[in-house]
């Protein structure tokens, strides 16, 4: 063995040598027909358990939905809603009466929903300044908040259109005269509460110009506990779109009947989007949602079937 | 008219080289300089006059780099916006910086500059290579003369026009120099021009009579001259000049001139002066840029990125028409947007400037469907794939210490879909070695070796016989493998074999007159005498080697070369040349003492392709006057005298036999001269060389034919052109790959078609279809015949039955000539195609380039030319892919040539490994890059629908910028680097999987809308499947809906892990940077989301803490991220599933066999598979047994048959 074959030799067994001659050591998988069996299988028993256990968690939920922004005006106002909504000096509240179907157990989650609202319009979603809910007045550029930005050539806290547009409407509840115990605290995320929104920055010159979009905020609650103004400014996905308005934390039997006492300020008339007031309880899935368990079970029993029929086809046709 | 003269005068000059007279070197006069093309004006020994205009020349530094500091960004960045893609996120980028962007000016900057950026670095390193090996060669060092003829070293970019050098021996000249003297008295020096022209013979120069004192350093003190001389140019046979010097006009012609880039050989030194320098030189205005070529995938890339353009252009259309409608109709009603207060991007009382407004955007928004990245990683896995055929081991030569070399990384993947490989032979298919193998002496046949062609012919018969033995009493299929290990001994045999000529040229081997023994032979005499012309009758020169101690020689051809060698190793070893002698030391005298002889040269008759001999007039050491002479055995046949064919029979058949043995022969005569008759005649000879005018040549010519008569013949000598190594079974391999060889070659018929038996492109029973031009002088009357010749012939292929039969097509250069002209070549195209071997002699390097061009065009297909010289340089340029052998020959080849490899062999690995991955690699990342930015692109055009169409995004802009650049493209890297269907070893068993390449079965457009409707497929599932589960429902124990933010980074998530594993799926082979950079992806897209969920939120917007606090503890995002991936891929997976099991292509069934490892446990079934995955081939070894197989096949069937009549009750037997 001369010099240069040992030197070789010794290179062969390196990692580098290996890789720059391609010959690296690899998994090399052939997706034999046990193998393809054995996934599409595995996948299906996967699949249709997490469907189950995922439906009957949805189907744990209890949910009441009611819209209420036909209701909630007036029949002599019905021709004209946007009107009637426009003007101040017609008494917005409105009765509701929920019932319930079944026990609901308590902490049940008070919805607000919102149809054919564009939250995610581009216009609308970059109307905000992150800068300015942390800091306050401090932050000067707060072009993005266009137009929604200085009234009276003094900056706008909290600034631009979200804010602006913010939901009004409120809800009462009453279960046999008794007032339910509602909790609006914890209704945002924690970390938008303590590091998105300022402790020290509050309201000012809030909803003061001529232009009055929604609802107004105390100039004395600092934004960090402005927990309905926190909401609304994590803007849906959807021009559909449900927010967290409220917990009751009483368990609510069936049967019971719920008054709904509710202020019906938020304009939604010009745009014909409906309003609803949604009444859900919770499982560890979250709300309540069909559609994924049955995704599941589609996507495990499909793929249940393909292992059949592959197995039939290499039955069938043996190489 | 100067032109002629100058040629005229060159081949005089080379002729004469050796011949003891001086031809006078001034019998013409200066010639007449004027007017434009010749201003130049050169001050010898004065450089300070050239430092001002108008006599300011250009430096003597060169650059070869693209760019310099000023000029790389614009120039840079110009090749990079070249691309239209490129264009299209410039204008992005550009626009983004306006409230018209959908994204923030940083996410559409990023990903460009980083992209460019990538690209312009890799130009720039590039270029920077250039520069240092510019740098080598203009600091190299060469002796300039400072003053008082006193010498320094000067660096080669300082030297100026009109310095004198010296160079000395294996220097190179650094620039164009007028040769003023040399070491030699008689002012000639030995040249080298390898660089320039590919030829490795030395050339000679020779100094003017003039300047030979200026010998020694001294003599520069005080000399000046001027020249005036033709401008640069880029003939490098040509120069018209005059010195002027001492009042006096002298000519210049080439024959003075030494060319930068040629080296100094066999001298010691030569004085020069500066004419040329630096981008002056003849051989920089040579320097062409070779053509920018690109490969098919990259050409139908383009078509699909403007498919996506407009699909881009459609969809972006449709949301801004939506957009505008939005705006007109129902925005007035959205009071929350303060419609009454709008600028004009969302003015409802101006829709139409909205709406173009919003195309801007809506283009910009959807440019995810453009992969930004695309071009960039394709260049970075270039450059990777190109590294590892550089560095593979086994494409590694080790004669010569040359690795294979991509020298650009643009053609990998074109490796792949070769159909026609346009092959040169001469040191291409062929050493260009001559190995002195046999020869025939007194009409006795020496040399026991048998030439590659009779071993070959050996094996096949001994394969034959062995046939016929496997026919009567095995079954069919062991029979198969019993070839197989045929087959492989052959291989290792000849191997062997070479391991034991250690001599270059000389593979000799008979005892009868090796070593001495030739004295104890009958006809003594007449073998010393031949040995003695071989040591004498050339024009080479000794050169001793001082390690060995042995002489080599610089002859100017290999035959040459060959003979010396030979007659070295007989004991005749040629060892020192002068002007006027040749000395020879004889190893064997009668004294048994080495004997120094010197032999008187008269004159010299050289070899032209002519006059096909060549003779030297001697006198030796007892004054006797021979006449040696060598030649082409019909020549000296004609000019035998009467005594002289004693052994003319013997030879005769000797000669016929070497020349079926593929060897090229030669004959040797000789004539003893009185010394009258000889002065007579050199009288004569004499007048004609000192005679001027045209008639010259043919005087000349005329006298040289009245001393070569009356020969008496000696013997022959055969040489052997050998075959490079492992050529026959390289050629075998292309051929089962289902290549197409075609030979074009400037040697004469015989020889072709000789190494075409040797290699297997010819074989018996091939019907041979020769073309050949009539000598008539109506052009139309020969082209009437060649196309009557080529119908038919194309007409007998048509008619032909057996399915079997091969033809092969020959045709010379001068047929050739006509056969490419417009109105006939489609025709020749016709049958060439048809036939399985074509073979083109006698052609000149213009007409390689266009039968080159020719197959290129006409079929359409992607032609490869190898070739190693400079001769093949237009060939290589013209292919779709040109290989260069960067072997013995100059450089030429290889610096025009997108690969180079050593040796032929070598061709295989590079075609049938490496173009086979590079091919799928490539294809397969190109289309998942399309595939996964379709699935992303998509889901952005899906939520406008949902948001009114205001160009609103759903991911964080972070999220978009990392996809291109970080998350998803180092997975489709790998795929594009590591890939690999199956491994190289199988890559070589089965060569027909090379087919999948050229058939195109990656890249097809069905291939390509196959994978873009799985991109549409997989982006409605990832975008409908979130956009359900996350509409309006609680996501989590805490009752939280999702919000955008929340559902952005769900979907963002599914995509990664259905692009990740999409490509999981496509891989077939996984080592652990797969896996790392594929799973890593996705760990880093968690990662990324958990860092960017820590930082502050006023950059990080809503995604702040989204992971942590939102997704992470929700059981449904989870789950979601499973059940979307595993809906994406499914059908994949069923897909490649069916496929495989039910429509398998060949790799799938091998990677199956290699991975029940069958081919350990089932001998039988591998090599089933082996001979069934052949692709029918009609060239070839593997061809040539598989013929004669049927040939026997067909005996034994009729001898059956007769049998059967004979006796008809026998049971009828199926082979």
Redesign the interface.
């Known amino acids: 063995m001369t010099d240069t074959d040992r030197v070789?030799h010794r290179d062969t067994k390196t990692a580098f040598y290996l890789f720059?001659?391609?010959?690296?050591?690899?998994?090399?998988?052939?997706?034999?027909?046990a193998w393809?069996i054995t996934?599409f299988l595995f996948?299906g028993f996967i699949?249709i358990p997490?469907g189950l256990v995922?439906l009957r968690a949805s189907r744990s939920v209890i949910e009441i939905v009611e819209r209420y922004d036909t209701e909630c005006v007036p029949e002599p106002f019905r021709i004209d809603k946007v009107s009637y909504i426009q003007d101040d000096s017609i008494p917005k509240n409105c009765s509701l009466f929920l019932k319930v179907h079944k026990y609901m157990k308590a902490?049940i989650?008070i919805?607000y929903?919102l149809d054919n609202?564009?939250q995610?319009?581009?216009?609308?979603?970059k109307s905000r300044s992150?800068?300015q809910l942390?800091n306050g007045q401090k932050y000067q550029a707060t072009s993005s908040c266009q137009?929604?930005e200085f009234n009276n050539a003094r900056p706008i806290v909290p600034c631009g259109?979200i804010a602006?547009?913010l939901f009004n409407d409120t809800f009462t509840f009453i279960r046999e005269r008794a007032e339910l115990k509602v909790n609006r605290k914890n209704?945002a995320?924690?970390?938008?509460r303590d590091?998105?929104f300022g402790k020290n920055v509050y309201p000012s010159n809030f909803q003061n110009g001529t232009?009055i979009?929604?609802g107004k905020l105390n100039p004395r609650i600092p934004l960090s506990d402005q927990e309905d103004l926190i909401v609304w400014m994590?803007?849906?996905?959807?021009?559909?779109?449900?927010?967290?308005y409220g917990?009751i934390e009483e368990d609510l039997d069936a049967d019971d009947v719920v008054l709904v006492q509710l202020m019906n300020n938020y304009?939604t008339y010009?745009?014909?989007g409906k309003k609803k007031l949604v009444l859900?309880t919770?499982?560890?899935?979250?709300?309540?949602?069909d559609?994924?368990g049955l995704?599941?079970v589609f996507?495990g029993s499909?793929?249940l079937i393909?292992a059949i029929v592959?197995m039939l086809?290499?039955l069938k046709?043996q190489? | 008219m100067a032109r002629g003269r100058i040629r005229a005068r060159l081949r005089r000059g080379h002729l004469y080289t050796f011949s003891c007279l001086r031809p006078s070197a001034t019998e013409e006069g200066p010639h007449s300089i004027e007017g434009p093309g010749y201003s130049r004006i050169v001050h010898c020994n004065q450089p300070l006059m050239h430092k001002r205009r108008p006599l300011k020349y250009r430096s003597n530094y060169i650059s070869t780099t693209k760019y310099n500091f000023a000029t790389f960004l614009p120039k840079a960045l110009y090749e990079q916006f070249h691309r239209v893609a490129n264009l299209y996120f410039l204008g992005a980028a550009i626009v983004s910086v306006s409230p018209l962007s959908p994204f923030s000016a940083v996410s559409m900057i990023a990903p460009l500059a980083f992209v460019v950026g990538l690209s312009m670095a890799k130009e720039a390193l590039e270029d920077w290579r250039r520069f240092m090996q510019d740098m080598k060669v203009n600091t190299r060092k060469v002796k300039v003369h400072k003053e008082e003829g006193l010498f320094g070293n000067k660096q080669w970019q300082q030297v100026q026009v009109g310095d004198v050098v010296k160079v000395e021996k294996d220097q190179f000249f650094p620039a164009d120099l007028l040769l003023l003297s040399s070491s030699y008295e008689d002012g000639i020096c030995y040249v080298e021009t390898m660089n320039l022209d590919g030829e490795t013979n030395l050339k000679v120069k020779r100094a003017l009579e003039v300047t030979l004192p200026f010998d020694e350093d001294e003599a520069f003190k005080n000399f000046t001259g001027i020249i005036k001389c033709e401008d640069p140019n880029p003939n490098l046979y040509t120069f018209i000049g005059n010195f002027e010097y001492d009042h006096q006009v002298y000519a210049l012609d080439p024959s003075q001139i030494l060319l930068r880039d040629s080296k100094l050989r066999n001298t010691a030194f030569i004085y020069g002066i500066v004419i040329f320098t630096g981008h002056d030189s003849k051989v920089m205005q040579n320097a062409t840029k070779s053509p920018s070529k690109r490969s098919r995938i990259e050409r139908k890339m383009d078509y699909i990125i403007y498919v996506l353009f407009s699909v881009l252009l459609v969809i972006s259309l449709v949301s801004s028409v939506g957009f505008a409608v939005r705006t007109k109709f129902y925005m007035p009603d959205w009071w929350y947007l303060q419609p009454q207060n709008t600028d004009d991007y969302y003015n409802p009382k101006k829709p139409v400037v909205s709406g173009v407004a919003h195309l801007v955007t809506a283009l910009m928004l959807y440019g995810y469907l453009i992969p930004i990245s695309l071009y960039v990683s394709i260049e970075v896995v270039k450059v990777l794939q190109a590294s590892f055929i550089n560095q593979d081991i086994q494409m590694y030569d080790e004669e010569t210490g040359n690795p294979a070399q991509a020298r650009t990384s643009n053609l990998n993947e074109e490796l792949g879909q070769v159909d026609t490989i346009l092959s040169d032979k001469t040191g291409t298919l062929t050493c260009n070695q001559m190995d002195f193998l046999k020869c025939s002496i007194a009409g006795t046949a020496y040399g026991v070796r048998p030439s590659e062609v009779e071993l070959a012919a050996a094996q096949q018969m001994a394969i034959d016989l062995e046939d016929q033995d496997a026919e009567r009493s095995t079954l069919p299929r062991q029979k198969g493998k019993q070839q197989e290990i045929e087959l492989e001994t052959v291989v290792t045999s000849k191997d062997e074999k070479d391991l034991k000529s250690p001599i270059k040229g000389f593979s000799f081997e008979d005892s009868r007159i090796m070593k001495g023994n030739w004295w104890k032979e009958p006809n003594v005499d007449v073998i010393m005498l031949s040995f003695r012309i071989l040591a004498i009758c050339h024009t080479a020169v000794p050169e001793l080697n001082e390690e060995t101690g042995s002489y080599t020689y610089e002859a100017e051809s290999p035959d040459e070369g060959a003979f010396l060698v030979a007659a070295r190793e007989f004991g005749f070893e040629f060892f020192k040349r002068t002007q006027s002698s040749v000395f020879i030391r004889e190893r064997y005298s009668a004294s048994g003492q080495p004997i120094d002889r010197e032999f008187k040269l008269l004159n010299m008759l050289e070899f032209t392709s002519k006059r096909k001999r060549m003779t030297v007039i001697v006198r030796d050491e007892d004054g006797q006057i021979l006449l040696l002479c060598k030649g082409a055995d019909s020549i000296i046949f004609d000019r035998l005298s009467k005594n002289g064919r004693l052994y003319l029979e013997d030879t005769t058949r000797h000669l016929n036999e070497y020349g079926e043995a593929g060897l090229r022969t030669l004959a040797l005569a000789y004539r003893k001269l009185e010394e009258s008759e000889y002065s007579a005649w050199n009288n004569e000879f004499q007048k004609a060389k000192t005679s001027i005018g045209a008639d010259r040549e043919t005087m000349l010519e005329k006298v040289a034919e009245m001393m070569e008569r009356d020969l008496i013949l000696v013997g022959a000598t055969a040489v052997e052109d050998k075959l490079q190594k492992g050529v026959p079974q390289c050629i075998d391999k292309l051929a089962q790959a289902g290549l197409k060889i075609w030979v074009l070659t400037g040697d004469k018929m015989e020889t072709a078609i000789n190494i075409g038996y040797s290699c297997s492109l010819l074989r018996q029973g091939m019907k041979q279809i020769c073309i050949t031009a009539i000598s008539s002088d109506a052009k139309e009357v020969v082209k009437e015949n060649i196309l009557m010749q080529i119908t038919n012939a194309s007409q007998m292929i048509k008619l032909e039955k057996d399915p079997h039969a091969a033809f092969a097509l020959i045709i010379e250069g001068k047929t050739l000539a006509y056969v490419l002209e417009d109105d006939m070549k489609q025709q020749f195209l016709g049958l060439a195609v048809d036939c399985a071997s074509v073979i083109c002699c006698r052609v000149s390097p213009k007409q390689k380039a266009l039968v080159t061009r020719l197959v290129k065009e006409g079929t359409g297909k992607t032609t490869l030319a190898i070739g190693d010289g400079a001769n093949d340089v237009g060939m290589i340029q013209e292919a779709d892919i040109g290989v260069g052998i960067s072997g013995v020959e100059g450089m030429q080849a290889v610096m025009a040539s997108d690969f180079s490899v050593a040796q032929f062999r070598f061709l295989e690995r590079l075609l049938v490994v490496h173009g086979h991955w590079c091919y799928k690699r490539i294809a397969q990342m190109v289309c998942y890059f399309f595939y996964k930015n379709i699935a992303f692109g998509l889901t952005l055009f899906y939520f406008e629908a949902f948001t009114g169409f205001s160009g609103q995004s759903v991911y964080d802009d972070w999220y978009m910028l990392l996809f291109n650049v970080v998350l998803t493209s180092l997975p489709v890297i790998s795929l594009g680097v590591f890939e690999q269907d199956v491994s190289s070893e199988v890559c070589l068993q089965f060569p027909a999987l090379y087919q999948q390449g050229p058939r195109n079965l990656f890249f097809d457009w069905y291939r390509i809308l196959g994978w873009m409707g799985n991109g549409l497929y997989s982006s409605l599932i990832i975008f409908f499947l979130n956009i359900i589960i996350f509409y309006d429902q609680a996501f989590c124990a805490g009752g939280q809906t999702a919000d955008m933010a929340a559902l952005g980074t769900a979907m963002f998530t599914c995509i990664i892990w259905a692009l990740n594993c999409q490509i999981a799926l496509t891989m077939s082979h996984f080592t652990w940077i797969q896996h790392l950079l594929i799973w890593g992806s996705i760990v880093t897209w968690y990662l990324f989301l958990l860092v960017y969920g820590m930082v502050s939120p006023t950059i990080s917007g809503n995604a702040y803490q989204i992971l942590v606090e939102a997704l992470a503890p929700a059981p449904i995002y989870w789950s979601a991220t499973l059940l979307v991936t595993v809906a994406c891929n499914l059908p994949y997976m069923a897909h490649i599933s069916f496929q495989r099991c039910f429509h398998p292509l060949d790799h799938h069934i091998i990677q199956e066999i290699k991975y029940y490892r069958k081919d350990v446990e089932d001998d039988r079934m591998w090599c089933r598979e082996r001979s069934k995955a052949r692709q029918k081939t009609k060239i070839g070894f593997t061809a040539r047994v598989d013929a004669k197989i049927r040939q026997l096949r067909g005996k034994l069937q009729r001898k059956q048959t007769s049998l059967e009549t004979l006796s008809p009750i026998t049971p009828s037997q199926c082979s």
Request: glycine letters at 6%; hydrophobic letters at 35%; aromatic letters at 16%.
């Open positions: 070789r720059t001659q391609q010959k690296l050591p690899a998994c090399k998988p052939v997706l034999t027909p393809v996934i996948t699949f997490l995922t902490p989650y919805y929903q609202y564009y995610n319009h581009r216009r609308y979603v992150d800068q942390l137009p929604v259109l602006w547009s209704i995320w924690k970390s938008d590091h998105k232009l979009g929604g994590r803007t849906s996905a959807l021009p559909s779109f449900r927010k967290l917990r304009n010009s745009f014909g859900s919770s499982s560890w899935l979250g709300g309540k949602n559609f994924f995704a599941c996507v499909s793929s393909l592959f086809l290499h046709f190489r």
